[in-house]
C-alpha cells in the first residue's frame, strides 16, 4: 500500500516517537513485592533499617534499629505491657530469598562496644560480618561470624579524632571489599571527611582521600557547594565495581563521585543540585550484568530511586515516590541488588521499613 505524503510523515513521526520511547526505556524497570519480607515471628517489629546487604548465597541482612521504636510501637516490651503488640527486633537479621527470618542477633555484649545507633552492614569473602553505627562517639567499627559470635573491635567509643586519624573512626557509613588486596574501604562518614582503606585482618592503614582525591580535611565550606573541595558529611557509601571504579556518595552535595583505587578522582556525577536538608545521593548498587552497565540510586531527600547508566551517569528512570503504601518512601535510606536484579531498600525516621522491588524489564540475563 502507498501512502499518502501527509499519511506517510505521520508514520514517519510515529516511527521517529516509538524510537524515541525505546531509547528512554534503556535499563531495567520495576514493580514492589508488598508480600516481602514474611511477618516477623516472635511479635517482633522493625525499627529504622538502617542498611542492607546481599551475601554470597543470595541471602538479605539488615542492620535495624531497635532502639528507635516509640512506646506505643514496643507495647508488649514495655513494663508493665501496654499492649499486645510489639517486641523490638534484633538489630542484625538475615532474610532468606522467600522473606523468611533465618537467623537473627545484635545488641551489647561482653568484650565489645555496640553502637548507640546502627548504620553499616556488610559481610566479606570470608563470612565475617562488618557493623558500624552512626551515634553520637560511634568511633568503633565491629566484626562478628555469621551466627553472631564476637571477632575484633577496631577503633573506639569516643570523640572524633579528625579525619586524619588512621585507628579512630567518625560514624562510619558504609563497607566496600577488595577481596583480592584484603582490604576493606570504609566510608568514614558521618563524623569525618574520608574514604579511608586499611586491611581487613591487620587493620593497618593502607590509605585514605577526601573530595576529588586530596587529603581529607576537616575544614567545612559554609553552606551548600555542588564544588565543595571537601566531602560533606556524610560521606554515606563506598562502593567497588568489578572493573576496579570506587563510587563515593557526597550526600548533602548531591554527587557522587568516583576514583581509581589508589584514591585518585576519576569523574563526577551531581544529581538534582537544588536539593537541599539531606541531600539527592544516599546510596548506590551495581546492577548485576556482566559489565555492572546501570547503578541503583537512592534519594532519600526526594524519596524516590533512580536507574542510571554507569558509564556516564545519565539518569534513564525513577520509581518510587514520598507515601506511606507499597512502593512508595518515607527516608529511603540503603540499597542492596542480588544476582537476578531484585532490589531491596531501606527506609529510616518513620519509614521503618524494608521493601523488595522485581524486575519487569531488563533482569540480568545468565
Not at 17 to 46: H, M, Q, S, Y
Not at 184 to 209: E, F, Q
Not at 212 to 223: E, H, L
Amino acid at each position: 500500500m502507498r501512502l499518502s505524503r501527509p499519511a506517510a510523515g505521520l508514520f514517519a513521526c510515529l516511527a521517529l516517537a516509538l524510537g524515541c520511547a525505546a531509547a528512554r526505556a534503556e535499563g531495567p524497570t520495576f514493580k514492589v513485592d508488598p508480600f516481602w519480607p514474611k511477618p516477623l515471628p516472635n511479635n517482633w517489629i522493625l525499627g529504622q533499617v538502617a542498611s542492607v546487604t546481599v551475601d554470597a548465597i543470595g541471602h538479605i541482612w539488615i542492620n535495624q534499629r531497635p532502639n528507635s521504636l516509640t512506646i506505643d510501637e514496643k507495647g508488649a516490651f514495655t513494663t508493665p505491657k501496654t499492649s499486645k503488640c510489639c517486641v523490638p527486633a534484633p538489630s542484625i537479621i538475615e532474610f532468606d530469598q522467600e522473606g523468611n527470618v533465618a537467623q537473627a542477633w545484635g545488641g551489647p555484649g561482653q568484650g565489645y562496644e555496640w553502637p548507640k545507633q546502627e548504620h553499616g552492614i556488610l559481610l566479606d569473602n570470608k563470612d565475617r560480618v562488618w557493623l558500624a553505627g552512626n551515634g553520637d562517639n560511634d568511633g568503633m567499627v565491629l566484626n562478628f561470624t555469621r551466627d553472631g559470635k564476637f571477632i575484633k573491635q577496631w577503633g573506639h567509643m569516643g570523640p572524633n579524632n579528625g579525619s586524619l586519624d588512621p585507628k579512630q573512626f567518625g560514624q562510619v557509613a558504609d563497607f566496600a571489599i577488595d577481596a583480592d588486596a584484603n582490604e576493606i574501604y570504609m566510608a568514614d562518614g558521618y563524623g569525618n571527611h574520608r574514604v579511608i582503606v586499611l586491611d581487613m585482618d591487620t587493620g593497618a592503614l593502607k590509605r585514605m582521600w577526601g573530595a576529588y582525591g586530596k587529603p581529607p580535611t576537616d575544614n567545612r565550606v559554609v553552606g551548600y557547594n555542588p564544588d565543595d573541595p571537601q566531602f560533606a558529611n556524610p560521606v554515606h557509601c563506598v562502593k567497588i565495581a568489578n572493573d576496579g571504579l570506587v563510587y563515593v556518595c557526597d550526600r548533602v552535595n548531591n554527587r557522587v563521585q568516583v576514583f581509581h583505587k589508589d584514591g585518585s578522582f576519576v569523574k563526577q556525577f551531581v544529581y538534582l543540585p537544588e536539593t537541599r536538608k539531606s541531600g539527592s545521593t544516599w546510596d548506590v548498587a551495581f546492577w548485576p550484568d556482566k559489565d555492572q552497565s546501570y547503578l541503583i540510586m537512592v534519594d532519600g531527600t526526594n524519596n524516590e530511586m533512580r536507574v542510571l547508566r554507569r558509564s556516564d551517569g545519565e539518569v534513564l528512570s525513577t520509581f518510587g515516590r514520598s507515601g506511606r503504601m507499597a512502593g512508595e518512601f518515607h527516608w529511603v535510606h540503603t540499597v542492596a541488588v542480588d544476582k537476578d536484579g531484585n532490589v531491596y531498600t531501606t527506609e529510616v525516621d518513620t519509614g521503618k521499613r524494608l521493601q523488595k522491588w522485581t524486575p519487569t524489564n531488563g533482569a540480568p540475563q545468565r
